[in-house]
Each structure stands twice: as C-alpha cells, then as structure tokens.
C-alpha cells in the first residue's frame, strides 16, 4: 500500500477507535466514521470492505494498544500480593476515567452476541485468553497450586469488578475483588522456593480458553 494509503487507513483506524470507544460500535455509523476521518465514505471503504471488517480491525487496535499500556504485563510480581495489586489498579484507574464505560472487550462481545462468527469476538477471545495465561504463569512462578484454576478465578472476579462499576459507578468494587484474590492466593500458595515447580500444560493455557 502507497505511504499515503497507510496514512489514510490508519486516521479511519484512529477515527474509529476514538468513536466506537465513546459510543459502542452499533451505534456509530460508517458516514460517522468516514466525516471524523475526513475521508469519503468511498475511501473508507476502499480501506476496509465492510463495518465488521473495520470493527474487527480496529478490536486488534485495541488488542495491541492494550498489551503496550498493561503494567500486569510487563513486570514479574514478588509476591501473590503485588500481583493482585497491579492487575486490579489497572481497573480502578479506568473506571475513574471520565466517561469510562467499562471494558471495550467485553462492550463488542455483548453488542455483537448474536454473531458468534464475527472475527471480533475470535480476536476478544483471544486477548482474554492470553491475559489469562499470563496470570496462570505468573502464579506457576510464584508456586501457586493449580495456576491455570487460579488464574481463572482471578479473571473472573476482575471481570465482575468491572461490570458491576460500570452498573453502579462505584469503585470499590475493585477493592473488594481485590481483597477477595488475595485471600484466594494466599490459601492456595506453597512454601517452596519461586520457580521450584510449574504445571507442563501451562504454556497451552491460552489456546483452549
């Protein structure tokens, strides 16, 4: 594609993103999209051949986006504790966003519940399942019994803190889920030295979640 192809794509990627983001995706027009972009709705769909098309682009934006901004990502806890800690901070910075309107993965899988084929949901499943073997190695690491188990847990009350803020605009929902992952961790954690012991199936986590 020319540079000035590349350019154009990536401003209606960035249009859309910034729209869908504020406003969910089924609510957001193509003719939307194409005026914030400041392209022809012609060029736009030059770029991308149809809305799901740009929806499933631009949930891979986010994908991306994600995983670069993620502190849960990027370091090795010293402890079950610190783990815990930076996972769900994550959630209260969000929430106390203006206008935050809770997990853009979760959002594009209710909106689109109907269309279980739609490659959104194919790329939603994935960063799920790749943030959840994350944690599973984290807490293989840190000698935690039965990791992948645990880490499911853990996903689960870190999705429920967030929806139940965004229902009622609460943050401390967060700190309870938080308190809740810790205790969990705590009685399922060994005494053994960091690193001593994992689970063989641990790298397989992500592909059959």
Same mark, same amino acid.
């Given at each position: 594609m020319p540079r000035s192809g590349e350019w154009t794509r990536q401003r209606i990627l960035d249009a859309a993103y910034q729209l869908f983001g504020a406003r969910g995706y089924a609510r957001v027009s193509i003719d939307e999209v194409a005026a914030a972009a400041a392209v022809t709705k012609r060029t736009l769909y030059r770029h991308f051949d149809s809305k799901d098309v740009l929806i499933g682009e631009v949930v891979e934006t986010q994908h991306r986006r994600a995983f670069t901004a993620s502190r849960t990502l990027g370091q090795s806890p010293g402890s079950t504790d610190?783990? +815990?800690d930076v996972l769900f901070s994550e959630f +209260?910075?969000? !929430?106390?966003?203006?206008?935050?309107?809770? !997990?853009?993965?979760?959002? +594009? *899988? $209710?909106? *689109?519940?109907? #269309?279980?084929?739609?490659?959104?949901?194919? =790329? +939603?499943?994935?960063?799920?399942? $790749?943030i959840e073997a994350h944690v599973a190695n984290q807490l293989s690491r840190l000698n935690v019994a039965s990791p992948l188990e645990r880490a499911r847990q =853990?996903? #689960? #009350? @870190?999705?429920? @803190?967030?929806? !139940?803020? #965004?229902i009622h605009q609460d943050p401390t929902y967060v700190e309870i889920a938080t308190s809740t992952a810790k205790k969990l961790l705590r009685r399922h954690s060994s005494a053994l030295p960091l690193g001593s012991s994992s689970s063989p199936h641990l790298r397989h986590a992500g592909q059959n979640s």
């Open positions: 610190d783990l +815990v +209260v910075g969000w !929430s106390t966003t203006a206008r935050w309107a809770g !997990s853009g993965f979760t959002r +594009v *899988l $209710v909106e *689109l519940a109907d #269309l279980p084929g739609h490659p959104a949901r194919t =790329i +939603v499943r994935r960063h799920k399942a $790749v =853990i996903c #689960l #009350l @870190a999705e429920g @803190a967030m929806v !139940s803020m #965004l």
